[in-house]
């Protein structure tokens, strides 16, 4: 099993910067490919960013990329999501994932671990 808890959100003008963490915990993560996800209300759950194992392998869904970065540091079991030039869009709450499968496939369907997420707020 995989445990994750999201920090850093909270409410930044349009054009600001967050980053946000994910702290990770269990038998399970080195092996686990790591993710951001993110919900707006009324909208389904959107894949934004995936990580490999390693970190050397990375995906971005097209609305974010260039302005966030996705990393991990495996010595700290933790996953990063550096966000630039937020836009009121990007509002919405954060989550990260985990798997033990490909870091590409970012449809929520294909994620195993799930933290309770943090919310962002651009306006």
């Known amino acids: 099993h995989v445990q994750l808890v999201e920090s850093g959100g909270g409410s930044v003008q349009a054009g600001g910067s967050l980053r946000l963490s994910c702290a990770a915990s269990?038998?399970?993560?080195?092996?686990?490919?790591l993710a951001w996800f993110r919900q707006a209300p009324g909208k389904g759950r959107e894949g934004i960013a995936g990580i490999s194992t390693s970190g050397t392998g990375t995906a971005y869904a097209d609305s974010v990329k260039g302005r966030f970065t996705i990393s991990r540091d495996n010595a700290k079991k933790t996953m990063y999501l550096q966000m630039n030039s937020l836009k009121p869009e990007d509002t919405a709450m954060y989550y990260c994932?985990?798997?033990?499968?490909?870091?590409?496939?970012?449809?929520?369907?294909?994620?195993?671990?799930w933290g309770q997420g943090t919310q962002v707020t651009v306006s």
């Open positions: 994932a985990a798997n033990g499968g490909a870091y590409w496939r970012l449809s929520p369907s294909d994620w195993n671990y």
């Open positions: 269990g038998d399970r993560y080195s092996g686990s490919s």
